[in-house]
């Protein structure tokens, strides 16, 4: 049984995020302990030490996902929710989007091209239209298009699609992955949001092409800064995410969410710059020392899912901060 509230981090190769986040809860006193969690082979219904358990590598690591499961089900708080997490994917993340007021791209999720050994394409696959209808694909969507794996991220297997025989190339190279095709947003203005505990929101002015963040203060008018806010809280709350990344390409005055499946955000200083660094390490600080307080069974109004789309009381407000400058 826990007698004091316990922080346990499950972090892999990240070397500035996690000694700083521990820091800040020890410098805070609250009488809760910050560690790097300790794990070993696990007996069933075995207790947990820890109140609260942030997860920064379960995505890479299946022995911590099923433990955060197992841990989650005797009441241990888990950042993120490792059953959310284990059944997301862009293109289930692109029909909450659109359900709940959020402008996404066109998306479509494709067919696998392979599949494992044992399926048969005359047996097992009865119920796949085939072939695949590319002339549909491509009228839905357009070119120049967006191939990406469902379920990858740091911008592995992602390809910019001019024309039919590219995308189709691509495809076919794609193995076991599950790929969704989207339409290309050419846009004037790229923004990644930093969203912890579901209510704050850091919008960062960011370019995708040089993976950097960009130095303007003034990069976004108030009122669709203040949209992209929104926005990206409204899409954390539906998700159930407590820390994510909210990627928003901006074309037409528009705000389209490109990528928000990101459970285990960059964190790193050199990537976030230290103003931005600084901002994520308080904020889990805090965030983390309030989950691991809380009594068994307290509501927590700032996770209210927000309604759909055809009606309903708006959602409470994200806390936004007056984003300090990258460069600063």
């Known amino acids: 049984m826990v007698h004091e509230p316990r922080i346990g981090l499950i972090v892999g190769r990240e070397w500035s995020f996690p000694p700083a986040f521990i820091e800040a809860v020890k410098k805070r006193r609250a009488g809760v302990v910050a560690e790097y969690a300790s794990l070993d082979a696990t007996r069933m219904a075995q207790p947990i030490p820890y109140t609260l358990l942030i997860d920064r590598i379960s995505h890479e690591v299946g022995f911590y996902r099923t433990y955060l499961k197992h841990a989650a089900i005797q009441g241990t708080t888990v950042i993120n929710n490792p059953f959310m997490w284990s059944a997301d994917d862009k293109f289930i993340d ?11 791209p066109k998306t479509m999720v494709l067919p696998n091209k392979d599949y494992i050994a044992g399926i048969s394409h005359t047996e097992s696959l009865r119920n796949l239209a085939y072939p695949l209808d590319w002339r549909g694909v491509a ?3 357009g070119f120049p298009c967006v191939l990406k794996d469902a379920h990858g991220g740091g911008w592995r297997d992602v390809y910019i699609c001019q024309s039919m025989d590219e995308l ?3 495809y076919n190279s794609s193995g076991l992955l599950t790929m969704v095709v989207q339409e290309f947003i050419d846009w004037k203005q790229y923004v990644r949001c930093m969203v912890l505990g579901r ?27 203040d949209r992209i806010a929104a926005d990206a809280l409204t899409l954390c709350r539906v998700l159930g995410y407590d820390m994510n990344t909210v990627e928003f390409a901006v074309q037409d005055g528009i705000p389209y969410a490109i990528d928000f499946m990101n459970p285990a955000p960059d964190m790193d200083i050199n990537s976030l710059t230290p103003a931005y660094f ?3 390490v308080e904020h889990m600080a805090d965030m983390a020392i309030r989950l ?7 509501e927590r109004p700032e996770t209210a899912i927000p309604p759909l789309k055809q009606g309903g009381a708006p959602p409470a407000p994200a806390v936004v901060p007056v984003a300090t400058p990258a460069g600063a």
């Not at 692109?94 to 996404?104: D, N, S």
């Not at 370019?207 to 960009?214: F, G, L, N, T, V």
């Open 199 to 225: 209510e704050h929101v850091l919008v960062m002015p960011y370019d995708p092409r040089e993976r950097k963040y960009i130095d303007d203060p003034d990069y976004l008018p108030k009122a669709l800064h």
């Open 139 to 141: 009228e839905h969507i």
């Open 292 to 298: 691991a307080t809380l009594p068994p069974g307290s």
């Open 168 to 170: 189709i190339a691509h």
């Open 278 to 280: 600084e901002w994520v």
């Open 94 to 104: 692109a029909t909450l989007a659109v359900r709940h007021g959020v402008a996404h």
